[in-house]
């Protein structure tokens, strides 16, 4: 609120000028590939941050809406031979309307039940993929190849950027982000404002899991080869998670950042090191631990300062009205 | 139909097992409220140690269970600080703010076990694991190993020997406090901080134990700390968080369902079906079957 | 001018053994001040929140405007146009002055343009225009209390609930909130007050609600309840009487 608009748009529009500009000063495709990978996890990061950071509840499946985008397009176009740009929105709207069907209830739980609530779900998502024999099952599904990592790179940039102005818009300047904000400071208070905690809620989550079906989509035909583990499994969550919490949660910044380090490191790792992905997991593991007890606003977050009352993770309110007098 | 006795005592057997997954973390849960992700993982550490101290010194894993114990509760009596600082932060919902903490501790734990033990399946060898008790009484015929009798002795001690800690000492009735009242208990001269670190260590070599013991009766992978990560949360949401009574009943509704699945349905079905429930439990009576939990 | 605002009809509230509200039943007409009195843990907080939807009432029912609200949760109530204030007051802590006031505005003018005018116009009213852009975290608990009145007051409601919107307050802040009180009113706003403060009850209220132990020993004008030999004993107890 009290952030200086003009400097982020001083910042922010060469960086995307950049990333649009990009793909025609490089033709490598292995370094186009790196770049289209490194902006889905800004997505993915981004979009977990919309809930955790500004509602304050730990989507723990978050792959799970991923999932849903990669297979609707990889069922829609093997089976049932559609253009991948008409699966698109599939995607989309089906992650969209998983989160919508399962919110209200789940929203319902208090913070730790709901980070293991959705967890379950989602393994239980990928259970379904591994048993069913249209996904595949473990052995994956092969969709058709279409090698145009330009295309990609665009698609990707387009969604992300897309979520990422959307998201400002509704978190800066609509009466959305003071609301969210209201319901996570203080939930009584709210209600007697007139605000319905519930729907609220959804609506964030909504907003969380949609973009992330989408990216999910885009995935399926770029890497034209999905599986369960790759769509569905925890490693994805957990990496969002991570890049999220150590960028900076409760901003939109921040998670970019945290991606854009972690992944540096996880290609880093990948190249120099054969046996990477166990040292990976360290490193995940001890960024989000120490930044959990040394920075708990993130890399970001404690660079700027950040003074919103100190917390991006408000105390859920517990019924705190008690009948006394 | 014959094989029903069977599969009911498989099924006890197998509760005995998810007792201990579950009842130290219980504990931790109902005294310091935080859902500690990495519990599987601490399990799977456990496993390990007792592999390599039995390779070592070749002494039955049930004798080391002691020591394991010994050894875990010194780390997490070291360990429970860091935790106590997450949790008293000023900053944030500090509940939340432990679990992204033991979350980043899974992390660190299953890639270090992965990067030291690698991908390797290990098992235990015991006095125990040879032997079978068999009964045979008519048309019924039942298998009894040895290792999964004592895993559930084991589990029955541990599980009065809380409750013997909890209700009959003084040092049980400060930690019953402090779970319910965390300043009244200071209050009444309860050592919150010290009390906690006892509780965290207690929770940490219980599930070391647990570890040899899976070690024994199945095996162990570095990978497989999250699958019993998830047995723990469905058997204490089923119980109810910090409400240890329930975790037997909790422990062996699971194990007969595991057993039932595993016969009479596909074994790729009975983690969708865990899954499944735990998630509906979460929906439908988060406090629990007895509604007793947190 | 007939219809009450409020009717509150034999509402009882348990929670599990404890009878908090014992069957109380009063109306308030347009317009009226009622003040709601009684010993500590008379249950005049849980009466409150039952009659602005954070309890459902286990009997009994409340209607507004003539049309039955029993069990309506407290943002539809908020729609309705009932406001209300918090015995611990709770201020959206990490935003500002302004910020906490255009919240509650958005729930008559949606858009963000005008709920801001909106929120400027409240606290020009309640006299914290000047604050409007300090962090609601550091404010005094005057400041914190005239806060609460005005995120109420945003609502444009037709009834306001005030629970203990005076005590804590040194004796000049308190007139102040009493002569806002009584500007409130005169905007033809209903109000029913909780108070511990018996001068700033007695001198507003049109007419006084007591409660002791969850039941309803008095109803009626001021001056009728001071000098009612049960209201004495309650508050004295028997020797008094």
Redesign the interface.
Same mark, same amino acid.
């Given at each position: 609120m009290r952030r200086n608009n003009s400097l982020y748009l001083c910042i922010l529009l060469p960086v995307i000028a950049l990333l649009v500009v990009f793909p025609y000063f490089c033709d490598s495709p292995f370094y186009l590939r790196i770049a289209t990978e490194i902006i889905m996890w800004i997505g993915l990061a981004i979009t977990w941050d919309l809930l955790a950071g500004y509602t304050g509840y730990l989507n723990f499946g978050h792959a799970m809406f991923f999932g849903i985008g990669a297979y609707a397009t990889g069922i829609l176009m093997k089976h049932a031979g559609w253009p991948f740009l008409l699966t698109l929105p599939v995607g989309g709207l089906l992650a969209a309307l998983t989160a919508l069907i399962i919110g209200v209830p789940t929203l319902r739980l208090k913070g730790a039940y709901f980070a293991i609530g959705t967890w379950s779900l989602a393994l239980a998502v990928q259970q379904v993929a591994l048993v069913l024999n249209i996904t595949g099952g473990p052995d994956g599904m092969r969709l058709p190849i279409f090698l145009n990592p330009r295309y990609f790179y665009f698609w990707m940039l387009g969604i992300v950027s897309g979520t990422f102005i959307l998201y400002w818009i509704l978190l800066e300047k609509s009466p959305f982000g003071l609301k969210v904000k209201a319901i996570r400071e203080d939930q009584d208070s709210a209600m007697a404002l007139g605000l319905n905690p519930t729907r609220i809620k959804t609506q964030a989550f909504v907003l969380s899991t949609g973009p992330v079906g989408l990216l999910g989509s885009i995935y399926a035909y770029w890497i034209t080869f999905i599986d369960p583990l790759s769509t569905l499994g925890d490693i994805l969550t957990d990496q969002a998670v991570v890049m999220a919490v150590f960028g900076g949660l409760g901003t939109l910044i921040g998670p970019a950042i945290g991606a854009v380090i972690i992944f540096a490191f996880k290609t880093a790792f990948w190249a120099y090191l054969s046996d990477y992905q166990v040292l990976y997991l360290i490193i995940l593991g001890a960024a989000i631990s120490l930044t959990v007890v040394f920075l708990p606003n993130g890399l970001w977050g404690t660079l700027i300062g950040y003074t919103n009352g100190g917390s991006v993770l408000k105390k859920s309110n517990r019924s705190g009205i008690q009948g006394l007098g | 139909m014959e094989l029903l006795p069977q599969v009911i005592v498989d099924g006890i057997l197998i509760g005995g097992v998810y007792i201990t997954i579950a009842i130290g973390f219980s504990l931790a849960f109902g005294v310091m409220h935080i859902i500690d992700f990495a519990v599987g993982e601490w399990i799977m550490l456990g496993a390990f140690f007792g592999y390599y101290l039995n390779r070592w010194t070749h002494l039955d894993p049930f004798l080391l269970l002691p020591l394991a114990f010994v050894l875990f509760f010194g780390i997490g009596f070291v360990l429970q600080p860091a935790i106590q600082k997450v949790l008293s932060g000023r900053r944030g919902n500090p509940l939340l703010m432990a679990l992204v903490f033991t979350f980043g501790l899974m992390l660190i734990i299953r890639g270090a076990g992965l990067t030291v033990f690698g991908f390797y399946s290990r098992s235990i060898p015991s006095w125990f694991s040879a032997d079978s008790f068999v009964v045979e009484n008519g048309s019924l015929f039942l298998t009894i190993p040895a290792v999964r009798l004592a895993g559930l002795a084991f589990a029955l001690i541990i599980t009065f020997f809380l409750q013997y800690l909890l209700k009959k000492t003084d040092f049980g009735t400060g930690i019953r406090a402090l779970a319910q009242q965390r300043e009244a208990a200071g209050l009444m001269g309860v050592n919150a901080r010290l009390t906690n670190c006892y509780v965290y260590g207690i929770y940490l070599g219980i599930s070391a134990m647990t570890g040899i013991l899976i070690g024994c009766v199945f095996s162990m992978t570095a990978m497989e700390g999250g699958r019993y990560s998830l047995l723990a949360f469905f058997v204490v949401v089923l119980a109810g968080m910090g409400y240890l009574p329930g975790v037997p009943w909790a422990a062996f509704f699971l194990g007969l369902v595991q057993s039932f699945f595993i016969v009479y349905l596909s074994a790729s079905y009975v983690l969708l079906a865990v899954f499944v429930l735990l998630y509906v439990v979460l929906l439908v009576s988060p406090k629990g079957l007895f509604g007793k939990g947190w | 001018m007939s219809e009450p605002i409020l009717k509150v009809e034999a509402i009882v509230?348990n929670?599990g053994g404890l009878c908090?509200v014992n069957s109380v039943s009063f109306e308030i007409k347009p317009g009226e001040i009622v003040g709601l009195i009684?010993?500590?843990?008379? =249950?005049?907080?849980?009466l409150f929140?039952v009659i602005?939807?954070?309890?459902t009432p286990t009997e009994g029912k409340v209607f507004f405007k003539g049309k039955e609200v029993t069990g309506f949760?407290?943002?539809q109530l908020?729609?309705l146009g009932i =406001?209300?204030t918090?015995q611990v007051v709770?201020?959206?802590?990490?935003?500002?002055v302004l910020?906490n006031v255009?919240?509650?505005s958005?729930?008559r003018h949606?858009?963000?343009r005008p709920?801001e005018e909106h929120a400027w116009k409240m606290l020009k009213f309640t006299g914290l225009d000047s604050q409007a852009a300090k962090?609601a975290?550091s404010l005094t608990l005057a400041g914190l209390k005239r806060l609460e009145l005005s995120?109420?007051l945003?609502?444009e409601p037709t009834l306001l609930l005030l629970d203990e919107v005076v005590a804590g307050l040194n004796p000049s802040e308190a007139d102040k909130t009493i002569e806002l009180i009584l500007k409130i009113r005169e905007k033809g706003i209903s109000i029913l007050i909780v108070e511990h403060i018996m001068r700033v009850i007695m001198n507003i209220s049109d007419r006084v609600v007591v409660l002791n132990f969850g039941k309803q020993i008095a109803l009626g004008r001021p001056t009728e309840v001071a000098g009612d030999p049960v209201v004495i004993q309650a508050y004295l107890g028997e020797e008094a009487a």
């Open positions: - | - | 509230k929670f908090a009684g010993p500590n843990g008379a =249950g005049k907080t849980t929140n602005s939807g954070y309890h949760r407290p943002y908020a729609e =406001g209300r918090f709770k201020p959206f802590r990490g935003l500002t910020e255009i919240i509650a958005f729930a949606p858009k963000r709920a962090s975290s995120k109420a945003a609502l």
